[in-house]
């Protein structure tokens, strides 16, 4: 793995360390408690993954979550995270009990840590999803993908972290995995962060390609409306699906309804008006619509294909060794596709 990824995975760590340490101080164990012995006034966290920064996602989500304290009577902490490692690892220690989660980190926080999802975000164009990307600047010499993978070792790369679904999942599977490449070996520097900062620096010259999504590419424009201005798309991916909310599935089943009655039924009521104007401020959403947990299955797909594109470009001692690695992806596909729909 290239030096630029090792910077950045130890920069991951002290991020996820610093928020743990603040997430000890601010949250008491709550979450650690049998459910029958829950204190029903203790205080419920949210958890965000942030689009932007953390402080910009935790000002957007709090009015909505203010309405949430008033339809439980319950206190709501929110809490938003820099990395998805941080959120992963809060979920994991059951430090959350509910929380806005792309789908790749749902699909863990379901399968793993007994989470469920109750609602899936709609956008107010109706759209059903969104397309990963890659961005070069505008004047780049790169003008399709197929010159970006005729010269190896050229380029310098920005991409999401390892669970991000746009910033690393879909284009590696759909570009990288499908021409039997890896992306950390094949530029000549792999830089991680987040969304925002991967295009800016492309904008400013400091990488030649980075990934992102159209959804956050909307709000960078109206945030960096300049530096947007110098950035071009190379490549966009087939649709992915909008995330989703995911609550712990050991809390009170009535405590359970009575959030995704909140989630799903926000913007539609008598105060519609009002809730929708808090909607419209988390990324101009519409709101949500009811989801289960077989709205993951397009997540777990992709990590199949992923897996079968990496198992197809290994070195394999034997021919029974490889067809034993492919039997295994595919039963384990198969079973984790029936969990999600129930069976």
């Keep these: 793995m290239r030096a630029g990824v090792g910077s950045a995975g130890r920069r991951v760590r002290r991020y996820v360390a610093a928020w743990l340490v603040a997430a000890l101080i601010a949250v008491p164990a709550v979450a650690t408690q049998p459910p029958g012995d829950i204190d029903p006034m203790a205080p419920l966290t949210f958890g965000i993954l942030p689009i932007g920064g953390p402080a910009e ?19 709501i902490r929110a809490v938003s995270v820099t990395t998805y490692e941080g959120i992963a690892q809060a979920i994991s220690e059951q430090r959350v009990d509910i929380a806005f989660l792309s789908g790749r980190l749902a699909l863990d926080a379901v399968t793993r840590q007994n989470m469920q999802v109750i609602g899936r975000l709609t956008r107010g164009d109706g759209s059903r999803g969104y397309n990963a990307v890659l961005l070069v600047a505008a004047d780049s010499p790169l003008r399709t993908p197929d010159q970006l993978f005729a010269r190896p070792g050229k380029w310098r790369f920005a991409r999401g972290e390892a669970l991000s679904v746009s910033g690393y999942l879909v284009p590696e599977t759909q570009l990288f995995a499908a021409r039997g490449l890896d992306s950390d070996t094949f530029f000549a520097s792999v830089h991680i962060d987040n969304h925002q900062n991967n295009a ?13 999504n159209t959804a956050d590419m909307e709000r960078f424009q109206q945030h960096f409306p300049e530096q947007y201005a110098r950035l071009r798309v190379l490549w966009k991916s087939s649709l992915i699906p909008h995330a989703v909310i995911v609550i712990r599935g050991d809390l009170p089943a009535a405590m359970r309804e009575r959030v995704a009655a909140f989630i799903t039924g926000y913007g539609k009521g008598k105060d519609g008006a009002r809730e929708e104007a808090n909607l419209k401020r988390i990324h101009d959403i519409s709101g949500f619509a009811p989801a289960s947990n077989a709205d993951l299955v397009p997540f777990a797909d992709i990590e199949y294909a992923l897996e079968k594109r990496r198992a197809s470009s290994a070195q394999w001692v034997s021919e029974a060794a490889r067809d034993a690695r492919f039997r295994k992806i595919e ?5 984790l596709v029936a969990r999600l729909h129930g069976k």
């Design 57 to 75: 996602s935790l000002e957007a989500w709090q009015p909505m979550l203010d309405d949430l304290h008033k339809a439980l009577d319950r206190p």
């Design 200 to 212: 800016l620096a492309v904008a400013n010259g400091e990488a030649d390609v980075a990934t992102n």
């Design 331 to 335: 039963t384990d596909h198969d079973a």
